[in-house]
């Protein structure tokens, strides 16, 4: 099984400054990797996929970098509605999620 | 309107099992594979396992094998979760969500609450 990990686990940041989510896996999931956000109560919504692409509608300030085993996502000027946990999730042999990043806004 | 509509919330007791729905609607039922992930409270997202309705192959997680059981009934666009012999740790929040790899389409999970 792929290990996917999360850091840091907690971040608090204040409206309008850059974000650095970071995903590491245990072997390369090539460019296979997903991005999440959840908020309480709500299922995970779909951000990133392919590493890099913003899934439809998302907005242009969350980006996504990375292949092999390092990956980022990055909230390019943070909004008080992105206070959520954002998980990554590998699909390059089945599936496993990281441990989530929980982002707070100071 | 494409969606994934679940099952209500579940009480049950330890040793007992659980049967959560997952209803699609939107989109043509056998063209995508259904996964289902759980979430324990305050708990990272748990992969249990897939089924392509296509085929009804399926595939589990080790950590559930033997436990869990994953079917589809393609006449009422449905997929199905049966977990058995449940302990406190499996109450979570259960979710079917819509494969392209990743997950574009969830339903709106399912609380599963164990407790005697």
């Known amino acids: 099984e792929i290990v996917m990990t999360q850091s840091p686990a907690t971040l608090s940041v204040s409206p309008g400054e850059r974000v650095t989510l970071s995903c590491r896996a245990s072997q390369s999931v090539r460019n296979n990797l997903a991005w999440y956000q959840q908020k309480p109560g709500q299922a995970p919504r779909l951000l990133i996929i392919g590493a890099s692409t913003r899934a439809t509608g998302i907005p242009g300030r969350f980006s996504g970098s990375g292949s092999g085993t390092e990956f980022t996502l990055t909230i390019s000027s943070l909004q008080s509605e992105d206070s959520a946990v954002y998980y990554c999730?590998?699909?390059?042999?089945?599936?496993?999620f990281g441990g989530g990043t929980k982002v707070e806004i100071k | 309107q494409v969606q994934l509509a679940q099952s209500g919330a579940e009480v049950t007791e330890p040793g007992a099992s659980v049967k959560v729905s997952c209803k699609a609607s939107g989109y043509a039922f056998a063209t995508y594979s259904i996964h289902w992930v759980r979430q324990a409270p305050g708990q990272r997202l748990e992969w249990m396992g897939w089924i392509n309705p296509d085929n009804d192959n399926t595939k589990y997680s080790v950590k559930f094998q033997g436990r869990v059981t994953i079917s589809r009934d393609t006449s009422a666009s449905t997929a199905y979760m049966e977990l058995s012999n449940l302990r406190s740790e499996d109450t979570a929040v259960y979710y079917c969500a819509r494969d392209s790899g990743f997950l574009p389409l969830w339903g709106q999970g399912t609380l599963v609450t164990v407790s005697s």
């Open positions: 999730q590998q699909h390059n042999d089945w599936i496993t």
